[in-house]
């Protein structure tokens, strides 16, 4: 069984950062993309960004010049640094990966965290 685990979230003021953290764990053979996904009230999920199992990163406009992803394929990790955060940054990240598990004849599946909370207030 293959399980994401996100950390970091929590509640900072415009201008400032914060570092999202994902951990992979479970029955993993290998690890595609990995990324970052956001929901606010009332609008749908989108991504924030997304890395190659060789490190090619992509990002959403929105996020492009302030946030950082970054993984360890050696740990199964992903990163989201987040700086000059603004209002509009607010809502719930989510982790993704797209995962083979350990299972004799699986397929590569999108495995999804829990969500952490994130809210830009003064």
């Known amino acids: 069984q293959v399980q994401l685990v996100e950390s970091g979230g929590g509640l900072v003021q415009p201008g400032g950062s914060l570092r999202l953290s994902c951990a992979a764990s479970?029955?993993?053979?290998?690890?595609?993309?990995m990324g970052w996904y956001r929901q606010a009230p009332g609008k749908q999920r989108e991504l924030v960004a997304v890395?190659?199992?060789?490190?090619?990163?992509h990002y959403a406009d929105s996020a492009k010049g302030r946030f950082t992803i970054s993984r360890n394929n050696v740990n199964n990790t992903v990163a989201l640094q987040m700086n000059s955060l603004k209002f509009e940054d607010t809502a719930v990240y989510y982790c993704n990966a797209v995962i083979k598990p350990r299972t004799y004849g699986s397929s590569w599946l999108s495995y999804w965290g829990q969500g952490t909370q994130v809210t830009v207030s003064s």
């Open positions: 479970g029955s993993i053979f290998s690890i595609n993309d």
């Open positions: 890395i190659s199992s060789g490190g090619s990163a």
